[in-house]
């Protein structure tokens, strides 16, 4: 039996949308050999901006973030790439905080920007 693709979940506030195509599009040859997890507004910008395979979830702010903390706790995601706009104002605060939480209770690597997703997904990561 063939070892099943590893999956990341990639999450990005409005204002860090272009971070996140941006990274996805630099990192794509990488991207395409995992399975790719999104909620639903960065899903479709990563489909249609990079031709990237996404499996989309709900929006954040309707639980995607949710969505893909459960999927954390589940042990079915790798990693969590979520580019975070600290300057936001964003009213699903909560289950932004409990993605963040699960994922550190988890021990999951989690990205909060470009930086740091690009150090994970590289070959020289410590």
């Known amino acids: 039996m063939a070892d099943q693709p590893k999956t990341l979940a990639l999450i990005a506030h409005d204002g860090k949308k272009a971070d996140m195509v941006a990274?996805?599009?630099?990192?794509?040859p990488v991207l395409q050999r995992y399975?790719?997890?999104?909620?639903?507004t960065?899903?479709?910008?990563?489909?249609?901006?990079?031709?990237?395979e996404?499996?989309?979830m709900?929006?954040?702010?309707?639980?995607?973030?949710a969505?893909?903390?459960?999927?954390?706790?589940?042990?079915e995601i790798e990693a969590?790439?979520?580019f975070v706009d600290p300057l936001g104002k964003h009213p699903h605060d909560p289950d932004?905080?409990?993605?963040?939480?699960?994922?550190?209770?988890?021990?999951?690597?989690?990205?909060t920007n470009a930086a740091t997703a690009s150090f994970i997904i590289s070959p020289r990561a410590l």
């Open 96 to 111: 932004i905080q409990s993605l963040l939480r699960i994922c550190n209770v988890h021990n999951v690597p989690l990205a």
């Open 80 to 82: 969590v790439f979520f």
């Open 35 to 40: 399975e790719l997890v999104a909620t639903r």
């Open 23 to 28: 990274f996805a599009l630099a990192h794509k």
């Open 67 to 75: 969505q893909i903390a459960a999927k954390v706790a589940e042990g």
């Open 58 to 65: 709900l929006s954040g702010p309707m639980g995607g973030d």
């Open 54 to 56: 996404v499996q989309q």
């Open 42 to 52: 960065t899903g479709q910008l990563l489909r249609e901006k990079c031709g990237l």
